[in-house]
């Protein structure tokens, strides 16, 4: 009865490689996000999803390709990874445009 | 541009005294003001939030107080735990929602 789950948990991989993250909510929400929180615990936004539409996309490069199929799906993709994306990714889901953020558990991924 | 400071970036309190952490937001068209504690390896999880209409808002131990002219808010936490110890967030949600822009965190200690 997870309200917001992704996984895997962890993703360890080498420097080149192509990895996936799932999220998925069960709460309703119309709006899902993915954050990345790095060593020093800094949370940024890195895309913003509203009932399936892309609302926000932080500057990320392009080797990162987020996708909807519903709304209760968001997914990342990660191409050609380098060692700065290792980081904690978090997903989250809200009722709304300006309401509180439910996070998924992260994925803690470790770029070699 | 869309930033939100935060301090002090670690606190260290005795059981039983009080906390308060401070951060400030850039946008006046900001309307939303979360608060989220993250343990040691958890997900972000809000505490309390306040909205723009609103100027101090108090559930048990912890409050938040807010002045939208000078653009501050902080948190306050009294009669500390040692439970109370984690990572405390400060946001602020921008681009009409969609967006919610973290500080850079403050690691409170509470020591027995």
């Known amino acids: 009865d997870t309200a917001v789950s992704q996984t895997p948990k962890y993703l360890v991989t080498q420097m080149g490689n192509d990895k996936s993250i799932k999220c998925e909510q069960n709460l309703g929400h119309d709006t899902m996000y993915w954050y990345k929180q790095d060593s020093k615990k800094f949370l940024k936004i890195m895309f913003s999803y509203n009932n399936k539409e892309l609302i926000i996309n932080e500057t990320v490069p392009n080797r990162f390709s987020p996708k909807s199929p519903d709304k209760a799906h968001l997914n990342l993709h990660i191409n050609s990874l380098e060692l700065g994306d290792s980081a904690v990714y978090f997903c989250a889901s809200s009722q709304g445009a300006v309401e509180k953020l439910f996070f998924g558990s992260g994925t803690q991924l470790s770029v070699l | 541009g869309e930033n939100v400071e935060q301090h002090p970036s670690t606190l260290s309190v005795q059981e039983g005294d009080s906390a308060v952490i401070k951060c400030t937001y850039s946008?006046?068209?900001?309307?939303?003001f979360p608060w989220y504690k993250q343990e040691l390896g958890k997900r972000p999880q809000l505490i309390i939030d306040i909205r723009s209409n609103v100027g101090e808002k108090k559930d048990q131990r912890i409050a938040v107080t807010l002045n939208k002219t000078a653009k501050h808010f902080s948190l306050h936490i009294t009669e500390t735990q040692p439970e109370d110890s984690a990572v405390y967030f400060c946001?602020?949600?921008?681009?009409?929602?969609?967006?919610?822009?973290f500080g850079a965190g403050t690691r409170l200690f509470v020591k027995a």
């Open positions: 946008d006046s068209a900001s309307n939303y």
């Open positions: 946001a602020a949600d921008y681009t009409g929602g969609f967006k919610t822009i």
